[in-house]
């Protein structure tokens, strides 16, 4: 079974511009979340998207959207890019229903603002 | 404010020796707990689930629960050095459209040979 993958691998951007990440979960998977971890802090939840819909985002501003595409893949903007913006972004998937909070991480993408 | 604690160590253990990291969580309301573990550099890795008070053994690896307490430990016997990375706890109150997990900082252990 596959698991998460995520593109691109590294991405340098300088202040100002806007990123865009993608994420496609295992298959089977219809939950997609969105984390941020900043170097030596820890996992700051983004965005859950479910069912093509957003269920629920953390706090970050709304420079922060995403969405879910018809086959479960998502994907994930940045707008206006800050330097604080520079960190590992994570995508996980899960399964819907049930105990579905078994969340199992993609390798990240490493966002580099200049 | 949901919180989720644990030491951050580092935690140092010989090789062959049993690791013990903690996790304590302030949600009641808590009903799945999950343990990560995350290599420098990488991102996380499911290790264990526990929905159950007791204890849930899986290869050398044994979870924790009480919920009584609000705590869940995660247990490495025979540590490895290859088990040196951060372990990070993580609880979920599963309610409608509050499904995400609040994660703890994450425990530093390193195996010493």
């Known amino acids: 079974e596959a698991g998460v993958t995520q593109s691109p691998t590294h991405l340098i951007k300088t202040r100002g511009q806007q990123a865009t990440l993608r994420c496609s979960p295992i298959?089977?998977?219809?939950?997609v979340y969105w984390y941020q971890q900043a170097l030596g802090l820890g996992l700051q939840f983004l965005l859950w998207?479910?069912?093509?819909?957003?269920?629920n985002r953390g706090n970050f501003p709304p420079r922060f959207s995403g969405r879910q595409f018809p086959n479960y893949s998502s994907e994930l903007n940045v707008n206006a890019l800050e330097l604080e913006d520079s960190a590992l972004y994570l995508c996980?998937?899960?399964?819907?229903?049930?105990?579905?909070?078994?969340?199992?991480f993609g390798p990240g993408t490493r966002l580099t603002v200049t | 404010q949901k919180e989720v604690e644990q030491n951050s160590g580092p935690l140092s253990v010989p090789e062959g020796a049993i690791a013990s990291l903690n996790c304590t969580y302030s949600?009641?309301?808590?009903?799945?707990f999950f343990w990560y573990r995350q290599y420098s550099g990488k991102s996380p890795e499911l290790i264990m689930s526990?929905?159950s008070n007791g204890d849930k053994e899986d290869g050398r690896f044994t979870a924790q629960l009480n919920k009584a307490s609000q705590y869940v430990s995660l247990l490495i016997r025979d540590s490895q050095p290859s088990d040196s990375a951060t372990y990070l706890c993580?609880?979920?109150?599963?309610?409608?459209?509050?499904?995400?997990?609040?994660w703890g900082l994450g425990t530093s252990l390193a195996v010493n040979p």
């Open positions: 996980a998937s899960s399964r819907t229903g049930g105990r579905g909070y078994e969340q199992y």
């Open positions: 298959s089977g998977h219809t939950s």
């Open positions: 998207y479910d069912e093509g819909e957003e269920r």
């Open positions: 949600d009641r309301g808590s009903q799945s």
């Open positions: 526990i929905y």
């Open positions: 993580a609880v979920a109150h599963n309610a409608g459209n509050n499904r995400k997990l609040i």
